[in-house]
């Protein structure tokens, strides 16, 4: 977990004399976010490979981060730092075989039965897209795809058509808001989603996707919006946080304020090579989660996107993370590992191997330790 100084933005020249009032609000975060190099050349010690970087991805996916994120850079001088990696492009990105690998549905999200930002691929839950805007760009984004069209929140009708269908499902019981981030929506438009989905008799889980705890934690010190969870009390966060430097002391904060309406935290880590792929990040990165009772939910193996599969490890890689975790951490830390299968298959759990064998009346294991323990039934 990052501890910040009191005032920590003002190292950089830039911000020097951004007040704690405007730094502070979540609307500065996203009316500043950066989307070009230029404010950030003298701070940053960018590289002759990161501008060719720069200047060769702008077409495919665009560069943009909050200050706030960009500021939990401990050392501008380290180009493998975890978080420039997220959301600096990089020449890997455009790699043959990076590049011929992916692809940018892999999940077919836009081609499932149903209709423009739904998409209903498990009987009972939707994924709901309610704008393709985000206040930073993750270079392992899986929906890089909607980036390329014009930055948006869906119109009154469209929402209205979206309620319709999920209306008309009843089988449907939990809806996952997400996007681009929702929670980058005014809390008017926020509250007229959730206020026609909570009088939806037959839903019972309003799912929102945001990684604005991450990127903007500050989101969460707006009453207002305290005042809609606390009202729709449907409501869970699932949020995403992938290294322990982005877990702060702010967003303990933020956390703290959430929960005191009643909503659940949950966190979604991405398994990602050169910048968490390591037994001991992960177990930081849980036990930071935990401390700030955010609750890790599952560490998805990186999916087979167009441009991002530089970031992908061996399978292994993550048996053994999960592995090293059992023993080590409380039950109450463990992420479940996963895949998501292609062609909108659905998520299967991978779990590292603890009974290896079993007969009629006995069943032989492994512990955490290795050591054999033979039980009788
Ligand atoms: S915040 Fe989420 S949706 Fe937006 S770019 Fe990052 S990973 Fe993608």
Redesign the pocket.
């Known amino acids: 977990m990052q501890y910040l100084d009191e005032q920590f933005w003002k190292r950089i020249k830039i911000w020097e004399d951004v007040s704690l009032e405007n730094w502070q609000n979540w609307k500065w975060q996203i009316a500043n976010r950066l989307t070009s190099l230029l404010p950030l050349r003298n701070v940053l010690n960018i590289s002759k490979q990161e501008e060719i970087a720069f200047e060769k991805t702008a077409d495919i996916f665009h560069f943009g981060t909050t200050p706030y994120y960009l500021s939990l850079i401990k050392d501008f001088k380290d180009r493998q730092n975890p978080i420039r990696k997220q959301i600096f492009p990089s020449l890997e990105e455009l790699d043959e075989e990076v590049q011929k690998l992916g692809s940018l549905d892999p999940f077919l999200e836009d081609k499932m039965p149903s209709i423009q930002g739904i998409t209903h691929r498990y009987p009972d839950r939707v994924l709901f897209r309610a704008t393709n805007f985000?206040?930073?760009?993750?270079r392992?984004?899986?929906?890089?795809r909607m980036?390329l069209e014009e930055e948006r929140a869906r119109t009154k009708e469209e929402y209205e058509e979206m309620f319709e269908y999920i209306k008309k499902n009843k089988n449907i019981k939990e809806v996952l808001i997400?996007?681009?981030?929702p929670l980058t929506l005014p809390n008017k438009k926020l509250e007229f989603i959730l206020d026609n989905l909570y009088k939806i008799d037959h839903i019972d889980i309003i799912r929102i996707?945001?990684?604005e705890l991450v990127?903007n934690p500050y989101r969460f010190f707006d009453e207002r919006l305290l005042e809609l969870f606390d009202r729709y009390d449907k409501v869970w966060i699932v949020t995403?946080f992938n290294h322990p430097d982005e877990v702060t002391d702010i967003t303990k904060k933020a956390v703290k304020l959430i929960l005191s309406t009643g909503t659940p935290v949950l966190n979604q880590t991405v398994l990602l090579k050169g910048i968490n792929d390591d037994e001991k990040t992960i177990e930081t990165l849980m036990r930071d989660l935990l401390r700030t009772k955010i609750k890790p939910y599952y560490l998805f193996f990186c999916d087979p996107v167009k441009g991002v599969l530089h970031f992908r490890t061996d399978l292994e890689k993550g048996i053994k993370i999960m592995d090293y975790l059992r023993g080590r951490l409380s039950g109450l830390g463990i992420p479940i590992y996963a895949v998501d299968l292609e062609g909108g298959l659905g998520k299967v759990p991978i779990f590292p191997q603890y009974l290896i064998e079993k007969g009629k009346s006995h069943a032989t294991f492994r512990n955490f330790e290795n050591k054999i323990v033979k039980i009788f039934f």
């Open positions: 985000c206040s930073v760009y993750c392992h984004c899986m929906r890089k980036f997400s996007g681009g981030d996707g945001s990684r990127v995403h």
